[in-house]
């Protein structure tokens, strides 16, 4: 929740309206409930949105939303902010029995929250309408948008778009262009290399610090049943020997406490970032994929241009009387070629802004998580040592009687 | 053994990675410079050196050793003494050179520091000889005090030792007139003593042996030594030695075999033995004689057999009474006994002499709780030791991802921010990889504590063979009374019967006479019998008591030495983690 520096439109607000106040745009994603039942079932989570943005209704509104809504959502800005990294939401499904265990919503709920905060403190992102109607239209409303969205028969111009993509690679086909034209500043290429690597390296550290939250467990697991097999021992042996192993026992089970308490820990403070990181490398890469279709498609049009320029001369040569409609379509087809090279720039522009700021972000995340693991494990192992600790003058004391 | 298998592959994985770590890694010393464990190979001189530890774990330290001198027992002798003569029971000898007199007291508390020794194969021997520790209590060398290495004794004056080597196997052939051409090969083992004991007529000697030796002592001990908890041997494991690599089961069987007679002479009594003195010195063939196999015995019983059911010698030689009749050849004594113990559990006649010693009953019922809780502990601590590995290899593995994300971000920064989280990358898998190091440390350590209850699960087997021991010689007893009182009985019968006759019945009195030989005879036997059967009934109890003692002195040092290497382990690890902590302590400033 970090405040924006907008200026604040002129309007209707008196010098003691808590306006005044820096704006702010702050949301929480909270209160996950299973709602419908058997294989339509699925978690509904309340938003609270808390503002002073003169274009929201109040300085509070809560709606309920589902995890279809925060897809709708990214799609949209995805659609319409091409160059931004749009924030990374969690992993669509999850293994079925898996889906509504406790860790895993929790885990959810966090990334939701997350992802709408970003959102709602990027500078560019948060002045979004479709972002408003997400935080503020009532449920029917979303419903609509939603089932129209994630429909199989997206908007018309989505699918003219679908066929122009598909008519132009077969015509690079045909042409004998095989390749899609690319970008060739050396530079970019590092990027791109970069992003794919990173992925790569992020998802190797990701499967490691997952499997550690599972040995955690089992090293819990295992403690706690070597802390039981070890008293059952102490009640066979008796006298102070049976004593020393029962107070072991008890230890172990307690340490085992401990273990699955910071393997819950690792899970939401180390995991779950990392995994985060590696959301946010793939949504570079989404629009990479974006930056690549706005550039072959502004090649495109300049080649189409050149050559609707050569024939809109030959026609004038020879005063054709279609001049006229050549004329026509050449200033519409020039008007789109600057559409899409601006957009591309923007694009261009955009992402150079986007990657200061994400390795920035990037560097602080890490840095909090590595911090926390530290500081974690820390606990953990004092923990271990104090407790085995306290153990030490009751063994001594057996041994002297 | 455990692990074992598996540390070749990460030694291998771990070295790779260390170089690239140590290209990584200029200024920070990943490795040996490193304050906590690796300036401490000898367990003798960290005190000092360790004042670079973190001053606040050290302290732990030093408060947690003090704890331990305070409570300390009067007679026990302080925790530094190293003299052998320190009575083995009371001061815990682990962690240490008993032979080095100047091991300091934090020695004690500080886990050994195998810090060169991690990358290798923790293989008995190899751990021993890098650290030049002989420790006692170590490796393959691992047996409990009861069934300990000889470096103490738990009655006899301490001061002697019995030390026992099993090395190099070498491939013989058999003179053998056999039928196999080619011969038969079989494997020979080195067996090296150094000794002080005085009946051994030397301090140092070596002599061959085969595994049939090894049997065969086994045998002999068992028959000289009714009652007593004998270690057992090794198995035979014919399938294994078909199976395994040749070289793998010779290595396997040569640590089996150093086990097993290190055990031996850890015994007091049987160190003491005849049986083995002999295995150990004699040159040459081994002068024991060998156990028949089975269908020999039977064979030979099979030829007495006839005679003995005509009425020729029926009677059991006294030398004979003191063995079970299960392992010999009289058959006809088998068959008496199985239908003597027949009689006992079936027909509800209550025999003569019985098992009476209640306690002795409670202390069976004991001992089979025993087992069977320790079979269960045995297990879980395995479970335990594995997750510890896991663990470490796990958090190993995390921190060498960091470390290929340091090098990548170092490569291809184009921004401050991605050297500073190079950066900041590098102190994390830096720990991670320490953290690891100390993980696989502990481990080790863990399963060499936790050994001790496999082997008071190993020693349960000795124990039921003693019990067996006393059952079979009770059997004995009661198959002669029985004999004896029939025998008596056929006795008065035939002198009733023949006092009715007038002047005298020559063919009965003879009969009558020939009898009161037999039962003289019989009586002898079973005056034998009784006396066996109270010494091995003897035997029982001391070695219970034995067993008693010495397991609550074995566990206790087992439960400190496992407490102790916990705690020195987590407090490394804390250290390390606290470091990273601190130093990446702005961002938790930052976020809030």
Not at chain 1, 104 to 128: C, G, K, P, T
Not at chain 2, 6 to 23: D, I, K, Q, T
Not at chain 2, 409 to 425: G, I, P, T
């Amino acid at each position: 929740m970090i405040s924006t520096n907008r200026t604040l439109s002129a309007s209707s607000q008196s010098p003691r309206s808590p306006s005044s106040q820096p704006p702010y745009l702050s949301v929480s994603v909270t209160d996950p409930v299973k709602l419908g039942n058997g294989v339509q079932a699925y978690i509904s989570y309340r938003v609270i949105t808390k503002t002073n943005f003169p274009e929201y209704q109040g300085p509070e509104k809560i709606v309920i939303r589902r995890y279809s809504d925060f897809v709708w959502l990214r799609d949209r800005l995805f659609e319409k902010y091409k160059g931004i990294f749009i924030p990374p939401l969690p992993e669509k499904s999850a293994v079925e029995k898996f889906r509504f265990s406790a860790e895993f919503i929790e885990m959810r709920r966090q990334a939701l929250d997350i992802f709408v905060n970003r959102i709602a403190s990027h500078h560019a992102l948060q002045q979004s309408e479709d972002l408003r109607t997400f935080l503020q239209a009532d449920e029917e409303t979303m419903e609509r948008l939603r089932a129209h969205e994630t429909g199989i028969f997206k908007k018309p111009s989505d699918l003219m778009q679908i066929f122009k993509d598909v008519q132009s690679k077969v015509s690079d086909v045909v042409l004998g262009k095989e390749k899609p034209v690319e970008e060739s500043d050396p530079e970019y290429e590092k990027l791109k290399h970069y992003i794919f690597e990173l992925e790569n390296h992020l998802a190797e550290a990701q499967k490691h610090a997952y499997r550690l939250v599972k040995r955690h467990r089992e090293l819990g697991q295992s403690l706690s049943d070597f802390g039981k097999a070890v008293k059952l021992l102490g009640a066979c042996e008796g006298n102070s020997l049976g004593k020393a192993f029962s107070e072991l026992g008890a230890k172990s089970e307690t340490l085992s406490v401990k273990l699955q308490k910071e393997a819950h820990q690792l899970l939401m403070n180390f995991e779950e970032p990392l995994k985060d990181y590696v959301r946010a490398v793939q949504s570079i890469k989404a629009t990479i994929t974006e930056r690549a279709n706005a550039f072959r498609r502004q090649c495109e049009l300049t080649e189409t241009i050149k050559l609707k320029e050569i024939n809109l001369n030959k026609l004038s040569l020879i005063r054709s009387d279609k001049v006229g409609e050549a004329e026509m379509e050449y200033n519409e087809l020039k008007a789109e070629s600057e559409e899409a090279t601006r957009l591309f720039e923007s694009i261009v522009r955009l992402m150079n802004e986007e990657l200061v700021h994400f390795q920035e972000r990037k560097t602080l995340d890490m840095g909090i998580a590595f911090n926390e693991f530290a500081r974690g494990q820390a606990r953990l192992a004092n923990g271990i040592a104090d407790a085995w600790r306290s153990l030490l003058p009751k063994l001594e004391a057996c041994s002297s009687t | 053994m455990m692990g074992s298998e598996n540390e070749g592959f990460e030694e291998a994985h771990l070295y790779a990675s260390r170089e690239e770590m140590e290209n990584l890694v200029l200024d920070d010393p990943l490795n040996n410079n490193d304050n906590d464990n690796n300036s401490n190979n000898n367990n003798n001189n960290n005190n000092n050196s360790n004042s670079s530890i973190n001053g606040k774990s050290y302290s732990a330290y030093r408060s947690a050793m003090s704890s331990l001198s305070d409570t300390h027992h009067p007679l026990s002798s302080p925790i530094l003494a190293t003299s052998a003569e320190s009575d083995p029971l009371l001061s815990p000898p682990r962690f240490r050179d008993l032979r080095n007199p100047n091991a300091p007291e934090s020695s004690y508390i500080e886990p050994p520091a195998y810090s060169d020794v991690i990358f290798c194969p923790f293989e008995g021997d190899n751990v021993s000889d890098v650290n030049g520790v002989e420790s006692p209590s170590r490796n393959s060398d691992f047996s409990g005090r009861f069934s300990r290495s000889p470096s103490s004794s738990s009655s006899s004056t301490s001061s002697e030792y019995l030390k026992i080597t099993v090395s190099n196997p070498q491939k013989e052939q058999e003179n053998s007139n056999s039928i196999v051409p080619g011969g038969n090969t079989y494997v020979t083992y080195l067996i090296s003593t150094r000794t002080n004991i005085s009946d051994f007529g030397g301090s140092e000697f070596g002599v061959r042996r085969r595994f049939r030796d090894v049997v065969t002592l086994s045998d002999r001990l068992t028959e000289s030594y009714r009652g007593l908890f004998i270690p057992p041997r090794p198995d035979k494991s014919v399938v294994e030695s078909q199976v395994m690599q040749k070289q793998e089961f010779v290595e396997q069987r040569r640590v089996a075999l150093e086990k097993y007679l290190r055990r031996l002479a850890a015994h007091p009594m049987i160190r003491r033995s005849d049986e083995l003195k002999v295995f150990l010195q004699v040159q040459g063939k081994l002068p024991l004689p060998t156990t028949t196999d089975v269908a020999s015995r039977m064979l030979d019983g099979a030829v007495k057999l006839p005679k003995q059911l005509l009425g020729e010698s029926t009677v059991l030689a006294p030398h004979e009474v003191v063995q079970p009749a299960k392992g010999g050849r009289d058959l006809l004594r088998l068959f008496k006994e199985l239908k003597q113990s027949m009689a006992n559990d079936w027909m509800g006649s209550r025999p003569a002499v019985v098992e009476e010693d209640k306690e002795f009953l409670e202390k069976k019922e004991r001992v089979n709780d025993l087992e069977l809780q320790l079979s269960n502990a045995s297990q879980q601590a395995e479970a335990l030791v594995k997750a510890q590995q896991d663990m470490g290899e796990t958090l190993g593995e995390l921190g060498l991802a960091f470390i290929k994300l340091t090098k990548f971000e170092n490569e291809e920064a184009v921004f401050n921010s991605q050297r500073v989280r190079a950066a900041d990358m590098k102190g994390f898998a830096t720990a991670a990889v320490k953290a690891s190091r100390f993980y696989r440390e502990l481990n080790a350590q863990t399963v060499k504590h936790l050994d001790m209850l496999h082997e008071y699960l190993g020693l349960m087997l000795a124990v039921h063979n003693a019990f067996t021991d006393r059952s079979s010689a009770l059997l004995t007893v009661q198959t002669l009374l029985s004999e004896l009182s029939s025998l008596e009985s056929k006795a008065e019968k035939l002198e009733a019967a023949s006092s009715k006759i007038f002047g005298g019945d020559k063919s009965r009195v003879r009969k009558i006479d020939e009898l009161k030989d037999t039962i003289r005879v019989t009586e002898d036997a079973k005056n034998v019998a009784i006396r066996e059967y109270e010494r091995v009934k003897e035997n029982n109890r001391s070695e219970l008591e034995r067993l008693d003692r010495e397991r609550k002195a074995d566990f206790l040092t087992m439960l400190k030495g496992f407490v102790l290497n916990q705690v020195g382990y987590a407090e490394k690890i804390s250290n390390v983690w606290a470091k990273v902590a601190e130093e990446t302590s702005g961002y938790e400033k930052e976020s809030s």
